[in-house]
């Protein structure tokens, strides 16, 4: 069983950063990838980006050039670097310890709490 807990998420202007970060309860790296999503109110959840155990990172359209998800095993922690944020990326953010499969990207059962992104305009 693994547990996750996200943090950094705020209240950020347009155009603006934040870094969100996912710690998990055991080592990462015995985790075939890790995925961050997020889920705005009437809204149902979505992947916006994944990475595998070999640092293989994929990115739904609507985040592309704008996010990086990253890995530190020693910290067992992922990252999910926001950048140029706009009103429509606020939402709830989620991690989740899945995997990748064919190109796609398998959730678990393994969800953290979430950390709210709130963008102004």
């Known amino acids: 069983q693994v547990q996750l807990v996200e943090s950094g998420g705020g209240l950020v202007q347009a155009g603006g950063s934040l870094t969100l970060s996912c710690a998990a309860s055991?080592?990462?790296?015995?985790?075939?990838?890790m995925g961050w999503y997020r889920q705005a109110p009437g809204k149902q959840r979505e992947l916006v980006a994944a990475i595998t155990r070999d640092d293989n990172a994929n990115y739904a359209d609507s985040v592309k050039g704008r996010f990086t998800i990253s890995r530190d095993n020693a910290k067992n922690t992922v990252y999910l670097q926001v950048n140029s944020l706009k009103p429509e990326d606020t939402a709830v953010y989620y991690c989740?310890?899945?995997?990748?499969?064919?190109?796609?990207?398998?959730?678990?059962?393994?969800w953290g709490q979430g950390t709210q992104v709130t963008v102004s305009t």
């Open positions: 055991i080592s990462i790296f015995s985790i075939n990838a």
């Open positions: 989740n310890a899945g995997t990748y499969f064919r190109g796609t990207y398998h959730p678990s059962d393994y």
